[in-house]
């Protein structure tokens, strides 16, 4: 089972445990705030939670109109700021008490995987700028202990000598103009990364942990002495965003204007939200009746992915915004409640208490929505970069399972492609293809992917390394397009 997997499993099991299908609870905002000490540690500290494949699964029924209802299931989620953190002691040094070290949010690569952000114990300081924190953060990941590192991540940065006197410091020079921080270090015996795997571990590490300061979207990261940082042979030349280094292929657009819209039933009069289960890359909603309990259709819909602004409490690099017709007489009376969770990629769940929702995320990652019948909506966002493109999303199986030759095959994802027709072909170690086929998925040429869950056979004669791959074969001249690649393993 892959550490993605895993991370959706645990995930989901702990807060539908913790939820179940009961009416939300309401959160108050001014008691949501994440910039608190982090009480879902523990989350972490175990880490078979948290993708790039990746998923959230929420439950809730909407209909004209929403009632007051919010996720209940509260914690930290971002990293301590510049006005909360402990300040360390000032007490002369003959009575002076060590001072506690701060809670630090910083993040880990993974092989294949979008990285996944921790609490660690960073220095005593007081942070005094934005320039301070930063350099806390990156000097408290270069420390962190054995503990303190995700199951299934790694931290390259460990491998980097620091230069003065062992205290795990680099030298930082931080400057910070606009939402741009340069980093420059000053290092004894190199960056300590060996190969290209290695090297982009460690650069995506460095720039999801410096772009973690609120307001920073983009890091350069410089040498003492010389034009470009290099990481082994890596050449750091530019400012990076965190979508720069993420691994997938494609960025998603940005506005209602490029989001997805869906039809539904707006005649609904009185239906109430519901929190089932949340698992790390996807959001489930389902509708049902306040007044039998029974489901219910839900309403029409828009979804769009846009900007956040991350120095407000719950706030991520980027929300995805969801918004049902409304029709009902009810009111929110201006309520805003706000759920955090100590977790990647989903950092809070806000609503207005009616019918706008929003999911505050670590960055811009691919997105997808499909309703698997008209009282479920299902909204995904992340998951394996290797399985997923801007038109296919592949679930099962997972990358480096291991399959049997001869055997069914399970395929199970959604698609957004012409007349919905997907294509598949299994290419051995040397290139060439050795089975091909194709199937539909429940929906074609919508603005709401389809899905599809079906079975393939496996050459009995192939053995080995392959690569599954799925793709739509242009109407233009059958070229394959949004192509995802599955590495494999036939047994």
Do not use: C
Request: charged residues 15%; glycine residues 10%; hydrophobic residues 40%.
């Amino acid at each position: 089972m892959t550490d993605e997997r895993r991370d959706d499993e645990i995930l989901g099991r702990a807060l539908s445990r913790a939820i179940e299908t009961i009416d939300l609870n309401e959160t108050p905002f001014e008691r949501s705030r994440i910039a608190t000490a982090p009480v879902r540690r523990s989350i972490f500290g175990v880490w078979q939670i948290a993708t790039a494949a990746a998923a959230i699964a929420l439950a809730l029924a909407i209909g004209s109109w929403l009632t007051r209802s919010t996720v209940g299931q509260p914690g930290a989620s971002a990293s301590p700021s510049a006005t909360s953190a402990p300040v360390a002691s000032t007490a002369p040094a003959a009575s002076a008490v060590p001072a506690p070290s701060v809670p630090t949010w910083v993040f880990f690569p993974r092989d294949g995987l979008p990285p996944v952000g921790a609490f660690v114990s960073g220095y005593p300081s007081s942070l005094t700028s934005r320039e301070s924190s930063i350099d806390t953060r990156i000097s408290a990941l270069r420390r962190a202990g054995v503990g303190e590192v995700p199951t299934g991540a790694t931290n390259p940065l460990a491998s980097v000598a620091p230069i003065q006197g062992g205290s795990g410091r680099f030298g930082l020079s931080v400057r910070i103009q606009g939402d741009l921080a340069t980093v420059e270090f000053d290092l004894s015996s190199g960056w300590g990364a060996r190969g290209s795997a290695q090297s982009l571990a460690l650069l995506q590490q460095l720039v999801y942990t410096i772009t973690e300061e609120p307001g920073i979207r983009r890091a350069l990261i410089t040498e003492t002495g010389k034009p470009n940082a290099v990481i082994d042979q890596l050449v750091v030349d530019k400012p990076l965003a965190r979508e720069d280094v993420y691994g997938y292929s494609f960025r998603p657009a940005l506005g209602k204007d490029s989001g997805i819209s869906g039809g539904g039933d707006d005649s609904q009069s009185h239906v109430a939200a519901q929190l089932q289960e949340v698992a790390a890359t996807y959001v489930r909603l389902a509708g049902r009746s306040t007044a039998t309990g029974a489901k219910a259709n839900l309403p029409s819909f828009s979804i769009w992915l846009e900007q956040s602004y991350d120095p407000n409490p719950g706030g991520g690099k980027y929300a995805l915004n969801l918004l049902f017709q409304w029709n009902g007489g009810g009111t929110s009376g201006g309520a805003s409640n706000t759920a955090t969770y100590g977790s990647t990629p989903l950092r809070a769940i806000t609503t207005n208490g009616t019918n706008v929702y929003r999911f505050e995320l670590d960055d811009a990652r691919p997105w997808r929505a499909y309703m698997p019948d008209p009282t479920q909506l299902v909204v995904e966002f992340g998951g394996d970069p290797r399985a997923t493109s801007d038109r296919i999303a592949v679930s099962v199986p997972k990358a480096g399972d291991a399959v049997s030759a001869g055997q069914q095959l399970q395929l199970t994802g959604s698609a957004r492609v012409f007349e919905a027709n997907v294509s598949w072909r299994l290419v051995d170690s040397t290139g060439k293809s050795v089975a091909t086929g194709h199937f539909n998925a429940s929906l074609g040429s919508s603005a709401v992917w389809g899905t599809f869950d079906t079975r393939i056979a496996l050459p009995s004669n192939v053995r080995g390394n392959v690569t599954l791959e799925l793709f739509e074969a242009s109407a233009k001249d059958g070229s394959p397009q949004g192509v995802v690649q599955i590495p494999l393993t036939v047994r």
